[in-house]
Every structure is written in structure tokens, then in C-alpha cells.
């Protein structure tokens, strides 16, 4: 048997070419809250791009260089940024019970990514070799100590918190927020609550959920 | 060019338990007033196909 | 997949949407907030604190540090696991409750992986690598190393209370003489390291060329109180909503407001004070469980419905369908 074919059919079936990239959406995505989710993504790139800047010239280079310290507070703001806008579009999904109709994994994925960004974040300012670097790190180790997860995962170890900060963490995210928009693409913008709640839950108790 | 302001030590506001920068404050009212903004802007209407 | 994404759209109208441009458009207003931002209000860095800088603005607090790691009485030398197997900072998971309790430690169950011993790793390694080029340092070690524990707390116990007169003149630190025996060249001398910056190099791990381990050389500043001192002229400290802010008058890490917000609230600064860290970590994971799992809560997850909000999201989509010109679809 053909895997490559195989693989090939199933990838058409279930998320062919112009669902990934659909030129028209439902009418009832027309409202400004719909922007955060884009924005959040925006905001991720502009933190690789910076990031990516920063290890060019190592950890270092910022503290003395003009240019490097621009492009460390690019960073800095970019991570506000990020924030910012993840949590108005977590808002978002959750004014809108986004999790309906079979879209719990888009919810997780989102929550998920969520905690893995504070994760990065934290190693983040870990790495900045300076004062607020050391007071983290030696406030934090305690939290970390006391669940035990200290004795792997050393705030006060540089080498290792640089490594999961500009490796494997943004690894980590990319592939999390690639899920997640995935998942928003196969299944769809989640319809809007119905109207007349009350009269239509009477006629149909429960239809309302699509069963996945 | 960084303002003197922003390396100077913080301004807080301190209500009850509650102890917050102004700068942590202003970006959760900033949060709040663009969410609320978002939720009542009225869009530019658009042409359909059913 | 796809068939059943088509059914749940039928009957409900399209727009066309350009998820390009509003990626593009997102982009070039996001880069130009963001260069603002860095351009005017630039970015915070506070330089790191060193052992020189902790010594020379504090010998008698450096010296009284060193003292403590060397006889065992210091923060560290009792932390607990990773460290070692000292009892002063272990938390429970589960709280005090009058005779009851603690139940279950998991920083206990991990274990000891990060050892330190505080005597070794902060005074008698660092004085060892040295000895050759300070006279009467070898001897004094040798002597040391050579008496019995009673011995060594009567020169240390000597030496603490010596160190209590001592006079301080700028970065110099006198000591009143004292039956300490060799505690004194050895104490006097890590001030010395301290001083001329050579303890920075050689807290670092030693006997390996690359160094990226600041592990120890922290822990003595943590030790020392001199980062806390520091911190708190910044509102740095955990009483202070520390967890949240930044120094200077940029914003901190809002995201992380519940988590601070519980060290500041009964019980968490009362009854479970010694056990926080384990606490508010054990409370946070749990509503951040209910809250990722919400989808499957029954009545947690119909409180968006409840909550209305959801009626200023789609109210184009309302008004047209209560007016009649687009069909409801079921």
C-alpha cells in the first residue's frame, strides 16, 4: 500500500486547501472581537522575529549595544502585547461559549497555549541577565521547589532557561497555536447562541449541542 | 531617550489589600476599555452570498 | 470533516472575508504599536547585583553570610530538597489544620538533585583553590578541616559573636579580636575574594572551563538578603505584589494577578503561610483545570449564555434575523 497516497487522500478529505484558507465566512463573524485571535497571532511573530534578532547576537549584546537594547524592548512590548490581546481573545471565546458544537479541543489547545506562554515568558525574563533576572529567579525557585519541580527545572540555571526559552519552549507554542488554528479551520466559527432560548429549549431539550 | 519617568521608582495605588502599579493598572483598564470598545464598534457592512 | 462543517453552515449566509489582509493589516498595526512603544518608553534593565557589589556595599552582612553557610546555621544550608535534606523550607500540600496535617510533600518525594553543601561550595572549596597565594591560609585550612565539629562551632560560635562588634568604614570591615582560631584568616579572606570580585568566578561551577550555572553564586546572594533588600526599594517583594510587577514604571506580568492575589489573602498569608508557594501553586492549577475543562462542566458552561455577553458579539446577526431579512437557521 502507497502510505504517501494514503496520507494524501486523508489530508484532502479532511482538510482540503480552500478550507485552510476559506475566502468567506459565516455573516455572523462581523464584529471587532473576532480581530484578538489575529492580533495574538501577530504579536507572536513579531516576538520570533525580535527573538531571533536578540540570539543572533547573544544574550549579551543588548545590555551595551543602542540597536540591541531597541530590539530587546521590541521584545519587551511585544510580550505585553501578546498577553494583551490573548486574554481579550480568550474573553472573547468565552462570552461566546466558543467550546459548543464539538469544539472543546479548540478550548483546550487555547488553554494549553496559554500556560505554555506563561511558561516562556517566565524563562524569558530569566534570561535577561540582569537585576529583575536574579529577583526572579530567586523568588521563583521557591514556588518551583516546593511542588518539587525545582529539582529539574532550575531558575537559577542560565544555560538551562536560555535553552527553553529561545528552543524548546517557542517550539512548543508554535506547534500549539498551529493546532489550534488548525482546529478553528476544520470545524468553523461556532455559531451564535439561539434566539428565544427559553421557547426553543423547550421544544428541542439538548438538540442545541451538535454531537461531535 | 527613555523618559527619566520610566526607570524611576513606581507609582502604586493601594487600595485595602489591593497594591497595584499604575502601569499594571492602566493596561487592565486598557484591556477592559478595548474589549468593551471591540463589543460595541459597529462594522462596515458587506455584500453577501448566500 | 468537512461534510459536516458544510452541514453546520447550511442555510446561513456567507460574506467574503480576506483572512490575508486582516493578518497583514493585524501585523503592520501591531509592528507599529510595538516600535512606538520601544522607540519612546524604551525597555527596563536594572543591572545585575554581583557578589563584588554585595560585599563591598555590605561586608559585615557578606562576611555574616559566609559564616552562616560555613557552620550550617544559614538560609540554604536548612532549605531542604533540591538542595539537601534540611527542613526549613519544605512545603506541604494540604494545610495546617490545629494538630492536623501537613499530609504529603512532594518536594520531599523528589528529593535531594541540586546538592549544595553550603561549607564546602561557598567557603572551604573557594578558600582551597586560593590557598597558595595567601600566607598562613593552607595551615589555617588544614587546621580547620583537622578539628573536631565541637571545635569548629566554639571558633564559629566565637567568630559570630565578634562579628556583631565589628566596626564598618566603607568597604572595610574590623573585626575585634577573638578565640576563633583559624575562622578568622578564613572569614577575612572571603571578604578579600568577595571584594576584588574573585568569588563571582569562583561560586561558579568549578573545575569546568564553561560556566552557565548561576545557581550558586545566587543562592549566597538569596542567603545574603542583599537581593531582597534591592527588591524591595523596586515593590519587588511577594508582600508587595511583587510577582506582578517590574522595576521601574513599566508594566509587570498581569496575567499572573490570581496567583499573587492569593499570597495577599486568608489563608494563604495566615494559617498556610508555610506551606504558600504549594498552596496558591495547588489552588491555581485547580481553577485553571475548571476553567480549561469547562466545556464538559455542567452549569459552568452555560454561563455565557447566561451572561449575555454574547448578544453584543452577534447583534448584527440578531437584529437581521429578528427583523426577517435573513432566515434563523437551525
Known amino acids: ?212 | 531617550m527613555t523618559p527619566s519617568f520610566m526607570n524611576a521608582p513606581a507609582h502604586y495605588l493601594h487600595i485595602g489589600f489591593v497594591l497595584i502599579s499604575t502601569a499594571n493598572l492602566l493596561v487592565i483598564i486598557l484591556m477592559i476599555v478595548v474589549f468593551v470598545a471591540a463589543l460595541l464598534a459597529p462594522l462596515p457592512s458587506r455584500r453577501e452570498q448566500s | 470533516m468537512i461534510a459536516r462543517k458544510k452541514a453546520y453552515y447550511a442555510g446561513i449566509p456567507t460574506a467574503p472575508y480576506d483572512l490575508v489582509k486582516e493578518l497583514l493589516v493585524a501585523l503592520a498595526v501591531v509592528t507599529a504599536a510595538v516600535v512606538i512603544f520601544a522607540l519612546v518608553l524604551s525597555s527596563p534593565d536594572e543591572p545585575s547585583l554581583t557578589l563584588q557589589s554585595v560585599s563591598q556595599s555590605d561586608p559585615q552582612g557578606f562576611v555574616q553570610t559566609a559564616l552562616g553557610e560555613l557552620n550550617g546555621s544559614g538560609g540554604i544550608a536548612n532549605y531542604g530538597p533540591p538542595y539537601n535534606n534540611g527542613t526549613a523550607n519544605v512545603q506541604y500540600l494540604g494545610p495546617q489544620i490545629g494538630p492536623i496535617g501537613p499530609f504529603f510533600s512532594i518536594q520531599k518525594l523528589i528529593g535531594v538533585h541540586i546538592p549544595v553543601d553550603t561549607a564546602q561550595d561557598y567557603v572551604l572549596g573557594p578558600l582551597m583553590q586560593i590557598a597558595a597565594t595567601v600566607p598562613g591560609l593552607s595551615a589555617a585550612l588544614s587546621t580547620y578541616n583537622g578539628a573536631s565539629a565541637t571545635q569548629q562551632s566554639a571558633w564559629t560560635d566565637a567568630y559570630t559573636k565578634a562579628l556583631g562588634k565589628a566596626t564598618v568604614s566603607g568597604v572595610n570591615l574590623s573585626v575585634p579580636s577573638c578565640a576563633c582560631g583559624p575562622v578568622t584568616l578564613m572569614m577575612s579572606t572571603i571578604l578579600h575574594l568577595g571584594q576584588r570580585g574573585a568569588m563571582d568566578g569562583l561560586l561558579l561551577t568549578s573545575n569546568r572551563f564553561y560556566r552557565t550555572d548561576y545557581t550558586r553564586p545566587l543562592l549566597f546572594m538569596a542567603d545574603d538578603g542583599a537581593v531582597a533588600s534591592h527588591a524591595a526599594s523596586f515593590n519587588l517583594l511577594g508582600t508587595q505584589w511583587g510577582v506582578m510587577n517590574e522595576t521601574g514604571n513599566y508594566p509587570g506580568q498581569a496575567w499572573l494577578w490570581l496567583y499573587t492575589t492569593l499570597y495577599q489573602i486568608w489563608p494563604y498569608n495566615g494559617p498556610w503561610a508555610a506551606n504558600a508557594d504549594a498552596m496558591a501553586i495547588l489552588t491555581v492549577t485547580i481553577l485553571t483545570l475548571i476553567l480549561m475543562f469547562i466545556p464538559w462542566i455542567p452549569g459552568l458552561n452555560r454561563l455565557p449564555r447566561y451572561l449575555g455577553v454574547y448578544r453584543l458579539i452577534w447583534k448584527d446577526y440578531y437584529r437581521r434575523v429578528r427583523s426577517g431579512a435573513i432566515p434563523w437557521s437551525e
Open chain 1, 1 to 212: 500500500m502507497n502510505l504517501t497516497e494514503r496520507l494524501q487522500r486523508r489530508v484532502s478529505e479532511t482538510l482540503p486547501y480552500e478550507e485552510l484558507m476559506p475566502a468567506e465566512q459565516p455573516i455572523y463573524v462581523h464584529s471587532y472581537v473576532y480581530l484578538f485571535g489575529i492580533a495574538t497571532v501577530a504579536s507572536f511573530i513579531l516576538l520570533i522575529v525580535s527573538g531571533i534578532i536578540l540570539s543572533v547576537f547573544g544574550p549579551q549584546w543588548w545590555h551595551s549595544s543602542t540597536v540591541g537594547h531597541f530590539v530587546n524592548s521590541a521584545h519587551f512590548w511585544s510580550v505585553q502585547a501578546f498577553f494583551f490581546f490573548m486574554v481579550l481573545h480568550l474573553w472573547t471565546a468565552f462570552f461566546s461559549g466558543a467550546w459548543r458544537d464539538g469544539r472543546g479541543l479548540t478550548w483546550v489547545s487555547g488553554m494549553v497555549t496559554f500556560l505554555v506562554s506563561i511558561l516562556t515568558a517566565f524563562t524569558g525574563y530569566l534570561s535577561q541577565q540582569n537585576f529583575d533576572a536574579q529577583w526572579i529567579g530567586v523568588q521563583g525557585k521557591d514556588a518551583l521547589n516546593a511542588v518539587g519541580v525545582g529539582a529539574f527545572f532550575d531558575a537559577l540555571n542560565f544555560g538551562q532557561m536560555y535553552g527553553f526559552h529561545i528552543a524548546v519552549l517557542p517550539v512548543i507554542v508554535a506547534g500549539l497555536v498551529g493546532l489550534h488554528l488548525m482546529l478553528v479551520r476544520l470545524r468553523g466559527v461556532v455559531r451564535p447562541y439561539p434566539l428565544d432560548v427559553e421557547a426553543r429549549e423547550g421544544a428541542r431539550a439538548g438538540a442545541e449541542e451538535v454531537p461531535v
